[in-house]
Every structure is written in C-alpha cells, then in structure tokens.
C-alpha cells in the first residue's frame, strides 16, 4: 500500500515490470528449492522435535540444493533476464544468497511450528516494516531506481537470519539424526510437487511474461496482483496458526478456521473490487488505469487461491502432503494450458482469466482430498455455526485494547 504506488510513479510500468523480473524469481527461487522441507519443519516443531535435530538435519539437503543454485546464478540469470544488465546484476546477487535463504526459512519454520507468535511476527515485519521506511527515503531524494529498489530488497531479506538465532539459541549447535532426515526428505518429496506446483499457479503467469511482453504490460499486472492480493492477509493469518494446532492433534478448528477465512476475503475482496477503479488512478497514477479491469478479475482468483492454504496445511499437518500436491498439480496443468492459449492472444488479461480456473480447479480438489482423507464434509467446512460468532467476538476482544487475556 506504500511501496507499490512510489515504485509506480518513480518507475512507471517499465521500470515495475523490470523489478518484477528481479523481485519474482527471487521470491520463487527459496520455496522451489525448499524441495518440501519447510512444511516438514512445521510439523516436526509442532510435534516436540528439538531444534538442535531439526536445524542440523534439515540443513545439510537445503545447504547443498542452495550451493548448486548459487553455482549456476549466473547462468539463470541471463536467461531469464538478456537485456537489461543491471536488473541482471541484482537477481545474479540474489540467487548466490540462496543457502542463506534457505536457512532463514527453515529458522522460521521451527518457530511457526513452535507457535512462538511473538518472534514469528516480530521477525515477518522486518522486511516490509524495512521497505516503508526505506523506499519513501529513495523515493524523495530521487534515488529510487530499479537497483536501489532490487539492493534494498535483498538486502532486508537477510536481516533476519542472527535474529532468527538469537530467537532459536539451540540452533547455534545443530545436530544430525539420519533417521529424522529420511523422514523428512520423504515427507518434503511427496510435499514438494505440490509445493512447486503452487507457486507456478502464482508465479508462472508473470515469469512467462518477462520474457513474451513487454514491461509495461508485466509492470500493468505486478500492480493488479498487489491490489489483488491487499485482502489476503487475513487469510494467510488463519492458515498460519491453523497449521502447527492439527499438527500437535486439534482437528476440530479446521472447521471455523475455513468458515472464517471465507467470511474475511469475501468482505475485503468486496471493498477492494468496490474502492479499485477509483483508488489505483489516485494511488499509482493514471498510466496504470489500465490495470483496473485486470484487479476485478483477479480479486475472485486470489479469493480462491487464499481459501486453498488453509486446506492444504490442514492435510499436510495431518500427514498427508501428497493430495495437497496433486490439487496444485491440476490447477498448474489449468495454469499452463491457459497460459499457452490466452497470453499469445490476450496478454495479461488472459493470464488473469487463467488465474482464476486454476485456482477454481485447485480449491476443488482440496475439498474432495479433504473429505476423504480428513472425513470432513462439505457442509462442515461452507455453513454457518453458532460458535462462529463467538469465536469473531473472542477475537475481537483478545486485540482491542485493555482485553488482552480475555
């Protein structure tokens, strides 16, 4: 909501969609080399595994994916960016920091599992908390450019890593269990397809576009998808804390976790389609009124997309990675059908369009996978309960001010 519009206006859609071809195989690179290991995390810290065992064991496979990434970074970089050398230099950087990545998202993971709320949130802020403050500064003195741009978002992305240690002291003195890595590469290989598969459906759309459009229509859809993916939050903030409590046993909130998400994104996916055609002109400037038609159809799509988290952690936690991975593997098989048909042809309107079967077709098949492997119905998941109200005013009054411990 800050950074978006001063990167905008400094940049113009050129510019955004040159910091888009930097920022997104970034963000994608440390989920795709997780190879399946982070949700493992979760689970095992929810379950009691030490951190020492879970660090050392985890370490050793996510050290050696991320040492072969960063040997070949050169490489990837040019061909997913040829031209432009300077945007180059920046996703060369951030692919050879993939090992330190790796370890940072591994560090978080042991703390999510271990529902230790307070460091988790602390330690998600860093980076956005560091941008608002940096980017403003660039954005006045006119230093801001796609490379203070790209440096500054490297650069909070490795922060974390001594807080995550100061935070997880045991980490500090990591130990090897072969028993738990077998358990856990098991694990992340039947959660990794899906895992992959999830992040295409999200991501694949704007990478094919760095290459086959040209950067102002990736720049036009980089700020739809921020204004579309505004109201997920809340959503991502159910799937968080619903992952670690099936873990360790509690089935029973997967219900009202669903039901509430549902009611979130339905009420700030409504404002946002309602607030959009006059608020991105405002906020962007009005060379991006053009992504207005592409905000309204993406907003169903990240609805759906945001539903879907909550299932799959529902499953994974539960132990069972694998039909998790086969819903994301057929809303890719949607995603890159569609792709091929509908971004020759229509461009980025097309991808949005395919944007929304996919994610159709994904939550689907998690419901069918969650009422066989789970046994929990449809109807427990869609419709209303009296407790729900009570768990709204509950949360309602576990953060308004002077309630806390109510």
Same mark, same amino acid.
């Given at each position: 909501?800050?950074t978006?519009p001063l990167?905008?206006?400094?940049l113009?859609?050129?510019?955004?969609?040159?910091?888009?071809?930097?920022? @997104?195989p970034?963000?994608?690179?440390?989920y795709?080399a997780?190879?399946?290991?982070?949700?493992?995390a979760?689970?095992?810290?929810?379950?009691g595994?030490s *951190?020492?065992r879970?660090v050392?064991t985890?370490?050793v496979?996510?050290l050696?994916?991320?040492?072969?990434?960063?040997?070949v970074a050169?490489?990837?970089?040019g061909a997913?960016?040829?031209?432009?050398?300077?945007a180059?230099l920046w996703?060369?950087?951030?692919?050879i920091?993939l090992?330190?990545a790796?370890l940072t998202?591994?560090?978080?993971?042991?703390l999510?599992?271990a529902?230790?709320?307070r460091?988790v949130i602390?330690?998600r802020?860093?980076?956005?908390?560091g941008l @608002?403050?940096v980017?403003?500064v660039?954005?006045v003195?006119?230093l801001l450019?796609?490379?203070?741009?790209?440096a *500054?978002?490297i650069?909070?992305?490795?922060?974390p890593?001594p807080?995550?240690?100061?935070y997880?002291?045991?980490?500090?003195r990591?130990r090897?269990?072969?028993k738990?890595?077998?358990e856990?590469?098991?694990f992340?290989?039947r959660?990794?397809?899906?895992a992959?598969?999830?992040?295409a459906?999200?991501?694949?759309?704007?990478l094919l576009?760095?290459?086959?459009?040209?950067?102002?229509?990736?720049?036009?859809y980089?700020?739809a998808t921020?204004v579309?993916?505004?109201? *997920?939050?809340?959503?991502?903030?159910?799937? *968080?804390?619903?992952f670690p409590r099936?873990?360790?046993?509690?089935l029973?909130v997967?219900g009202?976790a669903?039901?509430?998400?549902?009611?979130?994104?339905?009420?700030t996916q409504?404002?946002l389609?309602?607030v959009?055609?006059?608020?991105?002109?405002?906020?962007?400037g009005?060379?991006f009124?053009?992504a207005v038609p592409?905000v309204?159809?993406l907003?169903?799509?990240?609805f759906?997309t945001?539903?879907?988290? @909550?299932l799959?952690h529902?499953?994974a936690?539960?132990g069972?990675?694998?039909?998790g991975?086969?819903?994301q593997?057929?809303g890719?098989a949607?995603t890159?059908?569609?792709?091929? @048909?509908t971004?020759?042809?229509?461009?980025a309107?097309?991808?949005?369009?395919t944007s929304?079967?996919?994610?159709?077709?994904?939550?689907?098949?998690?419901?069918?996978?969650t009422?066989r492997?789970l046994?929990?119905?449809?109807a427990e998941?869609?419709?209303?309960r009296?407790?729900?109200?009570?768990?709204?005013?509950?949360?309602l009054?576990?953060?308004l001010?002077?309630r806390?411990?109510?």
């Amino acid at each position: 909501m800050v950074t978006g519009p001063l990167f905008a206006h400094a940049l113009g859609a050129t510019g955004r969609g040159l910091l888009a071809s930097v920022l @997104v195989p970034l963000g994608a690179a440390p989920y795709v080399a997780q190879i399946g290991l982070g949700l493992f995390a979760v689970r095992a810290s929810a379950r009691g595994v030490s *951190t020492a065992r879970l660090v050392g064991t985890l370490a050793v496979p996510l050290l050696v994916v991320g040492a072969t990434v960063a040997l070949v970074a050169g490489p990837l970089a040019g061909a997913l960016l040829p031209e432009d050398h300077a945007a180059q230099l920046w996703l060369h950087i951030g692919l050879i920091l993939l090992p330190l990545a790796l370890l940072t998202n591994v560090l978080g993971d042991v703390l999510w599992g271990a529902e230790r709320w307070r460091a988790v949130i602390t330690l998600r802020l860093i980076s956005p908390l560091g941008l @608002v403050i940096v980017i403003p500064v660039l954005y006045v003195t006119d230093l801001l450019t796609v490379s203070s741009a790209a440096a *500054t978002a490297i650069a909070l992305g490795i922060v974390p890593f001594p807080c995550l240690l100061f935070y997880l002291p045991d980490a500090r003195r990591p130990r090897i269990d072969r028993k738990l890595m077998r358990e856990a590469l098991g694990f992340g290989f039947r959660a990794w397809p899906g895992a992959l598969a999830g992040l295409a459906n999200q991501r694949l759309d704007q990478l094919l576009m760095i290459p086959l459009l040209p950067p102002r229509e990736l720049g036009l859809y980089a700020v739809a998808t921020t204004v579309a993916t505004l109201g *997920t939050a809340p959503a991502t903030a159910v799937a *968080t804390v619903v992952f670690p409590r099936i873990a360790a046993g509690d089935l029973r909130v997967l219900g009202p976790a669903f039901r509430l998400t549902t009611l979130l994104l339905l009420l700030t996916q409504g404002a946002l389609a309602l607030v959009a055609p006059l608020a991105i002109p405002i906020a962007f400037g009005s060379p991006f009124h053009a992504a207005v038609p592409l905000v309204l159809i993406l907003l169903p799509a990240w609805f759906l997309t945001a539903l879907a988290p @909550v299932l799959a952690h529902a499953l994974a936690a539960s132990g069972y990675p694998g039909p998790g991975s086969v819903a994301q593997i057929a809303g890719l098989a949607c995603t890159a059908i569609g792709l091929a @048909v509908t971004l020759p042809t229509l461009g980025a309107t097309g991808a949005a369009i395919t944007s929304v079967i996919a994610a159709a077709a994904t939550l689907a098949t998690l419901l069918r996978a969650t009422r066989r492997c789970l046994s929990v119905p449809l109807a427990e998941l869609l419709k209303p309960r009296k407790s729900d109200r009570d768990l709204a005013r509950a949360a309602l009054l576990a953060v308004l001010p002077g309630r806390r411990g109510s």
